[in-house]
């Protein structure tokens, strides 16, 4: 209300622009509204954003996500990769730009611009341990994922933790401790557990091979 207040008073500046289609990829994530609705504004509000500013690294992401739900991914991949070269030395914007690229299947890169945020930043958030556990475990490197999953929260609810910490470990073969890490998971979010599949696909641009390891 306050952003469209902002907005209805003039102020169209490019950060509040962005701002208010950040709010709209949101809600479209979270299903408050319509999400075709709130991509349709995110989109619009973006474009007009960067028409003000092109410079205006916010709104090169906020773009990115109405395009990639639309299946424009390569066009996502070029706002990543902008942001993160209009802001090299900026931990949350580098952070973000691997988690667009990575939710784009650049795994690789993704994973190299969140680990480049946080040698910047060491007290960043945890969850990007989340996007950093997963992007090995695609790999095959279940070791690494351990590492990166064992940084994430043991309880709480966050079922991440858990999930990833019992899919490394069953790579590496340790069953009995990935059942006990399972059961952790499934205390929390047992409809994840039961069908993984269903819940990592809306998430991550996986291939069959991908999914299946």
């Given at each position: 209300?306050?952003?469209?207040?902002?907005?209805?008073?003039?102020?169209r500046t490019a950060p509040i622009l962005a701002m208010r289609a950040a709010v709209d990829n949101t809600s479209s994530v979270y299903d408050f509204a319509d999400r075709d609705v709130e991509l349709d504004r995110a989109e619009a509000l973006a474009r007009e954003a960067l028409a003000r500013?092109?410079?205006?690294v916010h709104a090169h992401l906020v773009l990115s996500w109405p395009l990639l739900q639309r299946g424009q991914v390569e066009v996502a991949v070029q706002l990543a990769e902008?942001?993160?070269?209009?802001?090299?030395?900026?931990?949350?914007?580098?952070?973000?730009?691997?988690?667009?690229?990575?939710?784009?299947?650049?795994?690789?890169?993704?994973?190299?611009?969140?680990r480049e945020a946080?040698?910047?930043?060491?007290?960043?958030?945890?969850?990007?341990?989340?996007?950093l556990a997963m992007a090995s475990l695609v790999d095959g490197n279940?070791?690494?994922?351990?590492?990166?999953?064992?940084?994430?929260?043991?309880?709480g609810g966050y079922v991440w933790g858990p999930l990833y910490r019992a899919l490394a470990l069953s790579g590496l073969g340790y069953r009995e401790q990935a059942e006990v890490e399972t059961a952790r998971a499934r205390e929390?979010?047992?409809?994840?557990?039961?069908?993984?599949?269903?819940?990592?696909?809306p998430l991550w641009r996986l291939t069959d091979e991908q999914l299946a390891r």
């Open positions: 209300r306050l952003l469209d207040a902002a907005l209805d008073s003039g102020c500013d092109a410079s205006n902008t942001a993160a070269r209009l802001a090299p030395y900026q931990p949350f914007y580098l952070s973000t730009s691997g988690m667009v690229l990575i939710a784009c299947g650049e795994w690789h890169r993704g994973a190299a611009l969140i946080q040698r910047l930043q060491p007290g960043m958030s945890g969850q990007t341990y989340s996007w279940y070791g690494q994922a351990l590492a990166e999953a064992s940084l994430l929260p043991a309880d929390m979010r047992p409809d994840v557990v039961d069908d993984l599949a269903a819940h990592l696909r």
